[in-house]
């Protein structure tokens, strides 16, 4: 059996500036360099969703997994 359709972490990290632009119309709260910083990782985005938007790690988890997901044609 094969993982789901998320990306892995290298092709994230590698075109995460052009996705930049997504993660902002979804998580507007966030500034442009917050996302720069986070390069695409799921941890550091869940995190930052989490503390800006108080919301629990699970929900925060989840919002980061489907919007990864919307990522790959």
């Known amino acids: 059996m094969s993982k789901s359709s998320i ?3 290298d092709e994230i990290k590698g075109k995460w500036k ?10 507007g709260k966030l500034t ?6 986070v390069e695409g990782r799921q941890d550091k985005l869940a995190g930052a969703i989490q503390e800006r938007y108080a919301v ?3 929900e925060a988890d989840r919002q980061v ?5 919307k990522l790959t044609p």
């Not at 997994?65 to 997901?69: A, N, P, Q, S």
């Open 7 to 9: 990306p892995s972490v």
């Open 18 to 27: 052009q996705h930049i632009g997504k993660a902002k119309i979804a998580w």
């Open 32 to 37: 442009e360099d917050e996302l720069l910083t």
């Open 56 to 58: 629990t790690r699970d």
């Open 65 to 69: 997994k489907d919007f990864f997901k």
